[in-house]
């Protein structure tokens, strides 16, 4: 039996990933349009924190050569003043503002308590900072844990619908079967590109924001040793 171009063009048409979605049921078509939107919004996320990591990087490179300069801690503390700092130089001058509040008091009821207030000071500036790069992290977290069993009821649904029609049609033909299959695999495929992403892209990020908590906390130790000799020598 010869089959003409035309036709299997035709064929192949039909079952394009447009056409698959037309003739989806409406519970399937449903599936697939939660998919595709948590898979546009998980690679907002995902360029989002690209782009947060990479300033926040840049930002704690650059402050570390000038807190490592030489300069002394009120001129670094003039020049930063104005800027919107984050990561390392808002720690500095959450701890600097501190220091400077506490000079008075300290003065006159000793220096005891100014230590822990810096140090509690950036670990509370320390926690607003992570917190500024965790956010929609669990986006994708769960993204990436429930697309696939998204997609999976989809596929069980499709099957539900093919064996519905085989079993309305009394007709095993592969014409009857393949829609019902074809939406099935569409929904699957779709769970699995939201998914894949989604979790690759959350390990990458996790793995980043932690090494940058490691910095943060690493210099808020090291300040706080600086702030500790200094408080020493005036006590």
């Known amino acids: 039996m010869e089959v003409k171009v035309g036709d299997l063009a035709a064929q192949t048409d039909q079952f394009g990933l447009f056409n698959l979605f037309l ?12 998919l595709v939107v948590a898979s546009i ?16 990087k840049a930002s704690m490179d650059k402050f570390e050569q000038l807190f490592w300069s030489g ?11 104005p800027r919107n700092n984050k990561g390392m130089a808002a720690l500095f001058m959450s701890a600097m503002r501190e220091w400077k509040r506490s000079q008075d008091s300290a003065m006159r009821a000793g220096f005891a308590g100014v230590q822990m207030r810096i140090n509690k000071v ?12 965790e956010q929609r992290l669990l986006v994708l977290a769960t993204v990436g844990s429930t697309a ?24 095993t033909n592969l014409a009857v079967v393949a829609p019902g299959l074809a939406e099935a695999l569409f929904a699957t495929a779709l769970g699995l590109l939201a ?17 940058i908590a490691a910095r943060l906390e690493n210099f808020a130790d090291e300040f706080g040793s600086i702030i500790s000799r200094q408080l020493d020598e005036r006590m």
């Open 148 to 171: 696939p069993f998204i997609g999976l009821f989809g596929t069980v649904w499709g099957i539900m619908n093919s064996f519905r029609a085989i079993g309305v049609s009394k007709n």
């Open 195 to 211: 998914a894949i992403p989604a979790v690759m892209f959350y390990n990458k990020y996790s793995s980043d924001i932690g090494k």
């Open 122 to 133: 950036m670990d509370v500036q320390l926690q607003k900072e992570m917190s500024k790069l």
């Open 71 to 81: 300069q002394s801690l009120e001129d670094l503390y003039l020049t930063l003043g």
């Open 23 to 34: 003739i989806a049921s409406p519970m399937v078509k449903l599936v697939m349009i939660g």
């Open 41 to 56: 919004l998980c690679w907002g996320i995902v360029f989002e924190k690209w782009l947060a990591v990479r300033k926040m």
